[in-house]
């Protein structure tokens, strides 16, 4: 069965609250960057159609899509696609930052929202993509190196503490 990977609609509300409750073991961030406590959907969804755009971000934010994956109806994970790099996401982070949610791990569903959202990538007009993961995230780094993802090379992270895998994959 394929993941649906798509951008949130106003239809999508509920879907969203019953998924961000899958994401209680992990940081929010894994699941959401816009939204906050008090926040309507709709605003959430305004942010991101700004972000998307390039509109009111803060200055160590790029551009970029938020596409979440649906499976019957419910949401299972979610892609950032940087549409650019920073100095910030060259070193962690890269073009594409995937999630997803811990019960619906080791069924495929990365890899499949991995491909689609290369896809979205070569829309964009990117010809190649930085991806990064933890070194210690096998099942991810299999995930890059699947779709031809080619190590550059593995930096310390200060921030989180861990030594990240910095790949490059051509579209």
């Avoid at 959401?32 to 700004?50: H, N, P, V, Y």
């Avoid at 990538?121 to 991806?131: P, R």
């Avoid at 070194?135 to 995930?143: E, H, I, L, M, R």
């Amino acid at each position: 069965m394929t993941v649906e990977l798509r951008q949130l609609t106003m239809l999508d509300e509920k879907a969203f609250f019953e998924g961000m409750k899958e994401w209680k073991v992990d940081e929010l961030s894994w699941y959401t960057f816009a939204w906050r406590d008090g926040m309507s959907f709709s605003q959430m969804l305004e942010i991101l159609k700004k972000e998307k755009a390039g509109i009111d971000i803060a200055p160590d934010r790029v551009p970029h899509t938020m596409l979440y994956g649906f499976m019957d109806g419910k949401i299972i994970g979610r892609v950032s696609v940087r549409h650019e790099l920073n100095e910030r996401l060259r070193h962690r982070g890269g073009h594409i930052g995937y999630s997803v949610a811990e019960k619906f791990r080791n069924k495929g569903y990365a890899t499949d929202m991995a491909r689609q959202a290369l896809d979205y990538c070569k829309s964009l007009g990117l010809q190649s993509i930085m991806v990064t993961c933890s070194d210690s995230n096998t099942p991810s780094w299999k995930v890059i190196e699947r779709f031809g993802g080619k190590l550059e090379d593995r930096v310390w992270n200060d921030e989180d503490n861990e030594m990240i895998r910095r790949y490059w994959i051509t579209l």
